[in-house]
C-alpha cells in the first residue's frame, strides 16, 4: 500500500508531466527526489475524466518494466495524447480534468471464475492475439455483475462476448491501488 504523501507525489508527477508536454517541455523526474517505493518497478495506469465524470483518457502497462514513477509519467502523457478513442488534451482542459492512478498488482491466471471477485479484480481476457483488460473499477462504476465484467472484457478484447468460456480462452485477474485528485 503506498501511503498517502506517495499517492500524492504520484498523482502531482502525472499532473505536471501533461502540463510539460503542454508547454512544448519533455517530462522531467529527478528519481533521487524519490523514495524507494516510488522508484520501484511497477505497472500503472492513468485515466483521467472530464469534468462531468466521463473518461477522457486511459492508459498504462500492466507489467512492471519501469520505475513507477516513470510508469506513471509514461501512462500520463499517452492517456492525455495517445488514447486513440480522444482527441488529445488541450491546455484549456487540464485543469478541468481528474486524474486518477491504478498501481498494478501481480497478474494470476484464473482457473474457475468463480475466484474473481467484481470490485478487487480487474481483467485480461486472451484468445489467440486478441486481448482485453480491464482495471477493477470499471465493473463498480458501470454496476455489472461477474459475467457482464467477462463480457465486457471480451468485448475490449475484439472477441465475442461469450468468447471467455471458450477452453482456448485464457482469464487473468489482478488487484489494483486505485486512487485520485
Known amino acids: 500500500m503506498l501511503s498517502h504523501e506517495q499517492r500524492r507525489r504520484l498523482l502531482t508527477i502525472a499532473r505536471e508531466a501533461i502540463a510539460a508536454v503542454l508547454d512544448g517541455r519533455r517530462p522531467q523526474i529527478d528519481p533521487a527526489e524519490l ?44 492517456a492525455a495524447f495517445r488514447d486513440p478513442r480522444f482527441f488529445p488534451l488541450t491546455k484549456e482542459e487540464l485543469a478541468n480534468v481528474e486524474l486518477e492512478i491504478s498501481v498494478m498488482g501481480p497478474i494470476e491466471v484464473v482457473r474457475d471464475t468463480a475466484e474473481i471477485e467484481v470490485g478487487r479484480d ?10 482485453g483488460l480491464l482495471l477493477p473499477q470499471v465493473a463498480t462504476d458501470y454496476g455489472w455483475d461477474l459475467e457482464s465484467f467477462l463480457r465486457h472484457t471480451c468485448t475490449k478484447a475484439g472477441l465475442p462476448a461469450d468468447a471467455w468460456r471458450s477452453p482456448d480462452s485464457r482469464i487473468e485477474r489482478f488487484s489494483a491501488e486505485v486512487f485520485s485528485e
Not at 483521467?48 to 520505475?67: F, Q, Y
Not at 485480461?124 to 486481448?131: A, F, L, P
Open 35 to 78: 523514495d524507494d517505493v516510488l522508484r520501484k518497478p511497477a505497472g500503472a495506469f492513468v485515466s483521467l475524466h472530464d469534468k462531468d465524470g466521463d473518461l477522457r483518457g486511459c492508459i498504462g502497462s500492466i507489467v512492471p518494466v519501469a520505475p513507477l514513477c516513470q510508469a506513471v509519467v509514461s501512462s500520463a502523457v499517452n
Open 122 to 131: 480487474g481483467l485480461i481476457v486472451t484468445k489467440g492475439r486478441n486481448s
